[in-house]
């Protein structure tokens, strides 16, 4: 089943901070960020593991919530280089290695 | 390192006729991915191999749509015939191998437009 992110699109000043939500129905192994911008490939950002801690690098970082099937992505102090769409990818504890992408999230950072 | 390579960047054909796309992925990656992307959504999987092997192929519609890895390494996205819904982007990814904490690596997509 296809996560669910929220908001579905955000507008920015350069330096404010956003948050980004991505929550399953499934009992959750793995969240994987990507943000993809128009006409390119989406791009990795990072992975949240069960029973793992919340990672970061820069200014992006993420939290897995595993009772509550929930991941978060934190942008602070966003640059206009943050600007794209951000998709969750999801593995259910029973997939086997299968990422479901939710809709994704349009972030536009303005200077 | 090479990136994932995709071919043809662009597509345009009309309803009923058939079309292929080619990837090419990162050299060593065991894993294969086939994901389509509609405009404005998430990618969907399409199909997933293993090596040559086929993993989980649950989402292709397999009256109009095939996919080949024969010898492991480069893949084939077919589409026979094609519908005006088909309209989208089709990208292909690989990993290291099937693991949780494997990140994919995305070619740069085929644009098909379906007339």
Known sequence: ?111 | EAGVAQSPRYKIIEKRQSVAFWCNPISGHATLYWYQQILGQGPKLLIQFQNNGVVDDSQLPKDRFSAERLKGVDSTLKIQPAKLEDSAVYLCASSPDAWSDEKLFFGSGTQLSVL
Request: charged share 20%.
């Open chain 1, 1 to 111: 089943q296809q996560p669910v992110q929220s908001p579905q699109a955000v507008i920015l000043r350069e330096g404010e901070d956003a948050v980004i939500n991505c929550s399953s129905s499934k009992a959750l192994y793995s969240v994987h960020w990507y943000r993809q911008k128009h006409g390119e490939a989406p791009i990795f950002l990072m992975i949240l593991l069960k029973g793992g801690e919340q990672k970061g690098h820069d200014k992006i970082s993420a939290s897995f919530n595993e009772k509550k099937q929930q991941s978060s992505l934190y942008l602070t102090a966003s640059q206009l280089s943050y600007s794209g769409t951000y998709f969750c990818g999801t593995e259910g504890v029973d997939s086997s290695y299968k990422l479901i992408f939710g809709s994704g999230t349009r972030l536009l950072v303005r200077p």
